[in-house]
């Protein structure tokens, strides 16, 4: 094994749920990691947004913005849906101040590839990139843009937004999901990517992606938002139940 071999874990969209947080950075320090990156969407859609923040604050060493990272802080108009407006009011004003202050990038170094860490893509945290893309879509994850500021043109690009964990490699250029902490849409569990490589290495030392997924309380979490008084309980508790995404509840008969 190589001396200065480092793993760090790769989290996202944990969407305000406590539950499957807690059962991932268990199962992350169990593996002995101390580092941890967060690819954005801390709060809303999940009933504990505000002690998620706290816990992210705390334990990650960067957390970039997603989109509702982005939107949720703002979300202060008389005309907001009750909804968004309850996610909303859930955060601390201090909890606001920080999801606004979240940087839209981070670049970091694992056996000589540069790894660039966004919500979405290289664009906006509100430009979707599904599993299913195009060749310009993969592309342009890879691009130097505003969003991303300047600096080398990455060989691995991470993002979250999705809630589906996959790769794809094209050209010697890798791109990643990591996949959702609070709210999968590809399987009901929880899920979270391990990098390991040499931070001061070359192209010639080992690198790898693990993909880890951590079976967690469901209905615990489900509980916890009924209590609460959580809004679009009913679509939150089918979602983490079956992996399935709202809009398509009707369709596949679920209530």
């Not at 094994?1 to 991932?24: C, F, K, P, Y």
């Not at 996610?87 to 670049?107: F, I, K, V």
């Not at 001061?200 to 979490?221: H, I, K, N, T």
Request: charged share 20%; glycine share 8%.
């Amino acid at each position: 094994m190589v001396s200065s071999w480092q793993r760090v874990a790769l989290i996202s969209d944990i969407h305000g749920n406590l539950t499957a947080l807690e059962a991932v950075l268990a199962d992350v320090d169990s593996r002995g990691i101390s580092t941890i990156f967060n690819l954005g969407d801390v709060a809303g859609k999940g009933p504990r947004g505000s002690a998620v923040v706290q816990i992210s604050r705390e334990r990650c060493a960067v957390t970039v913005r997603g989109n509702w990272d982005d939107f949720l802080p703002a979300s202060e108009s008389p005309d907001t849906p009750e909804d968004t407006a309850w996610w909303h009011a859930e955060l601390t004003e201090a909890d606001r101040a920080w999801l606004r202050a979240l940087p839209l990038a981070h670049h970091l170094r694992l056996s000589g590839r540069t790894i660039r860490l966004v919500h979405a893509s290289a664009t906006s945290v509100y430009t979707r990139v599904h599993a299913r893309h195009t060749r310009e879509q993969f592309d342009a994850m890879f691009a130097t843009t505003a969003l991303t500021g300047p600096g080398p043109t990455p060989d691995v690009v991470a993002y979250g937004d999705i809630h589906d964990a996959y790769l794809t490699v094209n050209e010697r250029r890798t791109l990643l999901n990591v996949g959702s902490v609070g709210n999968s849409l590809d399987e009901p569990t929880a899920s979270y990517v391990i990098l390991e490589g040499v931070p001061d290495g070359g192209p010639s030392d080992p690198f790898g992606v693990q993909f880890v997924r951590v079976p967690y309380d469901v209905e615990m979490e489900i509980a916890a938002a009924e209590r609460l008084g959580m809004p679009q309980l009913e679509a939150y508790a089918i979602e983490l139940r079956t992996a399935i995404y709202r809009g398509l509840h009707e369709a596949h008969g679920l209530r």
